[in-house]
């Protein structure tokens, strides 16, 4: 597939919904991805050929845009290293490390906290302000992801146990959170420039600490859930998701995007009725009515709302 040929297969979903539940697809699969092969593959050699592959592969597409945006690169490289560093190297090496010692509730709890910490990290660094819709949007996912991951008991809430690879995964919504609150600082380049450096940046950032994990003792082993997870890693949670979620922020803001990240645990719970044959409980159709509620309110543009 050709530059011209991406690019129009891109903007055939401009649509900033679509694109912001799409991403969560992705990172829902790349969620289930990292659990599975906890003690088997290494999760930062994982992080960067996550990244390694994709940089190779975007090469080719974005060349003739790179000879063009360079200069403008060039001008903003701080802001390009802190997003590449903070949105790919971080978050991806974090998430897996972080993956390797909690369990799948406490991720889903944690993961619920980002839209949060994104309304929290615009208003520390940047001074944003948030409607009074958009707060009773959060809210109410919020609340409709709690029913689902705690199977609609307090109980399950309150015994819940925090380890250190909770205290990893907050660290790194955190971090995601940041990335995405300074999203707006982003030079105007070609988003295949910007993937490409994102890439470039997160792999040779993660490179370091890959070979270190190898030599003492962790290395890639050559088994089909190897391959398996590092086919999927480098290409939908890595590029697509992240390409589909920086234009979603472009468009609307982040956010009004971050409530969207409520969808992952809807699609981990659906995944998991349909591949492993879990049960769909009543919890489930209200957390998800909720959250769904929820997404809406805080996706209407502030000043659009109708009583």
């Known amino acids: 597939m050709s530059s011209k040929q991406f690019d129009s297969f ?31 593959v290494p999760p930062i050699g994982l992080s960067t050929v996550r990244w390694a592959i994709p940089a190779i592969v975007l090469w080719w597409l974005a060349r003739h845009h790179l000879q063009r945006d360079w200069p403008v690169i060039r001008a903003h490289w701080r802001i390009m290293l802190w997003l590449g560093v903070t949105g790919g190297a971080l978050f991806s090496a974090l998430q897996y490390v972080g993956l390797q010692h ?11 906290l980002v839209p949060v910490l994104i309304v929290l990290a615009g208003t520390l660094l940047f001074g944003d302000r948030i409607a009074a819709i958009q707060v009773g949007g959060i809210a109410t996912s919020l609340v409709g992801v709690l029913a689902i991951v705690t199977r609609g008991s307090l109980d ?18 955190a971090v995601f959170s940041i990335y995405a609150a300074c999203q707006r600082l982003a030079p105007p380049i070609h988003w295949l420039s910007f993937m490409f450096v994102l890439a470039v940046i997160s792999a040779v950032t993660t490179f370091p600490f890959f070979v270190w994990e190898t030599l003492s003792g962790f290395p ?5 859930k190897t391959f398996a997870s590092i086919a999927y890693v480098s290409v939908f949670p ?21 409530p969207f990240l409520h969808f992952i645990p809807i699609f981990t719970a659906v ?4 591949l492993l044959g879990e049960h769909l409980a009543l919890y489930h159709v209200v957390g ?12 209407v543009k502030p000043g659009t709302a109708k009583a």
């Open 10 to 40: 891109a903007a055939t979903f401009g649509n900033a919904y679509l694109l912001l539940v799409f991403a969560d697809l992705c990172w829902s699969g790349n969620h289930l991805i990292g659990r599975a092969v906890t003690g088997q």
């Open 102 to 112: 909690t369990t799948a509730l406490n991720v889903s709890v944690l993961n619920s």
């Open 156 to 173: 399950t809430l309150v015994s819940l146990s925090f380890s250190s690879g909770d205290i990893i995964i907050l660290i790194n919504m």
């Open 220 to 224: 890639f082993r050559p088994t089909l």
């Open 238 to 258: 890595s590029v697509l998701a992240f390409a589909a979620w920086n234009r979603g922020v472009e468009l609307i803001g982040a956010n009004r995007a971050g």
């Open 271 to 274: 995944f998991g009725y349909l």
């Open 288 to 299: 998800f009515a909720m959250i769904l509620t929820g997404v809406w309110l805080a996706s």
